[in-house]
């Protein structure tokens, strides 16, 4: 699956030092290469979800209880400690049954082209994929019109614009590696990207990114 052949890379170019089963050294010198991830087998998506509400979660818990706990009124924050963990419980199963409609207007794979060279590397969703995530987007933001929701319209807007990233090497301050899940992650201060490849190829993409994020090496060094 090399959808970046029918765009503007007709002739991908093999590289002298590396060949890979997906992995690609294409005519202008960036690496190509095209993965379709099992949104199934794969969690790391749906726990990257559940980690930014967990945060948002967790600070809206701090905001509320600060106080009480500064004053000592433990009876208090305990108390309601169940309801938050009963709160909790709902958001991870809503969470699981809204991920699980949303690969299945995938058609469960998540099928992303990814763009290399040494400045840095992009994330991106085929065409046929950003209609469907524009789909989403326009049925979330519709609701959210009808209901007077302002932050659920905005998320919509935010599903349907968010179909691409791009992590600049000079700035990535940390590099995760999940071989069980074929999945890199790539952290910039601001912008977290994950990247997949085929086992064949995943050892030479991840030694590629380490090699080339300067902030990782002087930190390494």
């Known amino acids: 699956m090399k959808t970046y052949n029918e765009k503007r890379y007709t002739e991908p170019l093999e590289s ?8 690609r050294l294409c005519t202008d010198g ?54 938050w963990g009963v709160a909790v419980l709902v958001f991870l199963a809503i969470s699981a049954l809204a991920y699980l409609i949303v690969a299945a207007q995938y058609g469960w794979k998540y099928i992303v082209e990814f763009t290399m060279d040494e400045k840095g590397i992009t994330h991106e969703q085929t065409p046929a ?28 807007m935010l599903i349907a614009g968010h179909t691409s990233l791009s992590s600049d090497f000079a700035v990535v301050r940390s590099v995760k590696a999940f071989r069980r899940w074929h999945t890199i992650k790539v952290n910039e ?7 997949y490849t085929t086992p064949e190829d995943f050892d030479f993409v991840l030694q590629y990114i380490r090699s080339h994020c300067k902030k990782l090496n002087n930190h390494n060094s």
């Open 30 to 83: 960036k690496y190509r290469w095209t993965y379709p991830m099992n949104m199934l087998k794969n969690p790391l998506v749906y726990l990257t979800v559940c980690k930014i509400f967990g945060g948002i979660g967790a600070v809206a818990w701090i905001i509320g209880y600060a106080g009480a706990v500064f004053r000592g009124e433990w009876d208090r924050v305990l108390g309601d400690l169940k309801w």
């Open 16 to 23: 002298p030092a590396y060949r890979g089963r997906e992995v």
């Open 129 to 156: 994929q950003k209609k469907v995530a524009q789909r989403i987007g326009g049925a979330v933001s519709g609701a959210g019109a009808l209901a007077g929701n302002v932050g659920r319209t905005g998320q919509g």
């Open 189 to 195: 201060p601001f912008a977290k990207n994950q990247i």
